[in-house]
């Protein structure tokens, strides 16, 4: 992004107040008759701005999402309720049109030329249609380029068992999944088998056989194609989201039969990714797949993007929790799972180990977070803050 894109940037409002509950629409003789074009023009800004979201909704300008924070295209008339429709019928296809009639929101991806593909949940609110897009480059970026520990990179090297990349929403799980993914594609003679909802980066095959499969195009549900899966010779699963029950058993299983599966999950934190995991089951069945997570569960990585020191854009912080045998020892005990947290925190990288203290330390040391911005998301702000000072 240029100067004078980034003075224009800081000169748009911010999102509150962008909703006027007495606003009257007005025409909008300026955007062009095709909705698909109009949002292209959209998308482009979006693009040269850096923005990871877009939000397009009724008596709103289009509202981007910059570095975390919500500022609205104020140069852009206000939407009317039936631009924003037309806009999202444009974007839907005849089977995702008869979703969303059922169920009132619908999630698709679609490429925009020169753009890349974009990532939309169409979704219906205060009786009106409204999308929220995030633009996914269609290069898929180096795994060097992500600012992730080295150890994160190594984790391509993992034969079979399960790897977590945990985060909130708009952490870059994602964008890391995918890195990981075609670092194996460049590197390593493997069957490569995705299965998301929906496709987001698009895998040019380079040593490796890539297959995608989408989730209401090319499968009904993420159960029926983990099940399909295991019948499909794969090397390596990613696997968009662990969302049920018998998506993380099936998950499990392929890891425990010597598959290597990826998989997002969101937690704010690994040791507690790994609780999630076996509490998303009932009780009952809690002792047996606490056993299935410690034999298989490889690792997990747990991210957030944080502001730069220079302001400009974010960088990834992040805490890998490598499963030692003591790591397993503890997963397999319900009274000492618990303590998980405290061996991520007194592990080495030898050990491949990083808590996130440690990784916000060595951040603010490389300058590339301000010290302000590492307490603020402490896990220990008190410890933290003595490392710091140089105690």
Not at 116 to 140: D, E, K, Y
């Amino acid at each position: 992004m240029g100067q004078a894109d980034r003075n224009r940037l800081m000169r748009l409002h911010f999102l509150y107040p962008c909703y006027n509950e007495g606003y009257m629409e007005s025409p909008i003789a300026a955007t062009p008759s095709e909705p698909l074009e109009w949002l292209s023009q959209v998308l482009v800004e979006a693009t040269r701005y850096g923005a990871s979201d877009v939000h397009l909704r009724a008596r709103n300008h289009p509202i981007l999402r910059v570095d975390g924070a919500l500022r609205a295209l104020d140069d852009r008339p206000r939407l009317t309720v039936e631009r924003v429709a037309e806009i999202g019928e444009a974007m839907m296809d005849a089977r995702q049109r008869a979703v969303f009639a059922h169920e009132h929101q619908v999630d698709l991806s679609r490429g925009f030329k020169g753009i890349g593909r974009v990532r939309a949940n169409i979704f219906r609110q205060r009786g009106t249609v409204a999308l929220v897009l995030r633009v996914i480059h269609s290069v898929v970026p180096p795994l060097t380029s992500l600012g992730l520990p080295e150890m994160v990179a190594k984790l391509t090297q993992v034969e079979r068992g399960l790897v977590l990349v945990t985060g909130a929403s708009g952490s870059g799980k994602t964008t890391t999944l995918a890195a990981l993914v075609n670092e194996v594609n460049l590197t390593q003679t493997k069957h490569v088998l995705t299965i998301e909802d929906p496709i987001e980066f698009l895998f040019a095959e380079q040593k490796s056989l890539i297959t995608q499969r989408e989730i209401g195009v090319d499968a009904p549900t993420f159960h029926e194609a983990m099940r399909a899966a295991l019948r499909e010779d794969p090397d390596v699963i990613l696997l968009g989201e662990m969302r049920d029950i018998e998506t993380i058993e099936t998950a499990l299983q392929a890891a425990e039969t010597g598959h290597f599966v990826l998989a997002t999950a969101h937690a704010p934190a690994a040791a507690e990714a790994v609780n999630r995991l076996i509490t998303a089951f009932p009780a009952e069945a809690q002792a047996g797949v606490r056993v299935k997570v410690a034999q298989n569960l490889r690792a997990v990585v747990s991210q957030r993007l944080l502001p730069r020191a220079d302001g400009q854009g974010r960088a990834v912080a992040c805490e890998v929790l490598t499963i030692s045998a003591l790591a397993r020892e503890l997963i397999a005990d319900p009274s000492r799972i618990k303590d998980l947290p405290e061996v991520l925190k007194r592990g080495s990288v030898q050990d491949g180990m990083l808590a996130f203290d440690a990784c916000l330390l060595a951040l603010v040391k490389a300058k590339r977070i301000a010290p302000a911005i590492a307490l603020q998301y402490a896990s220990s702000a008190n410890d933290l803050r003595l490392k710091i000072e140089g105690f």
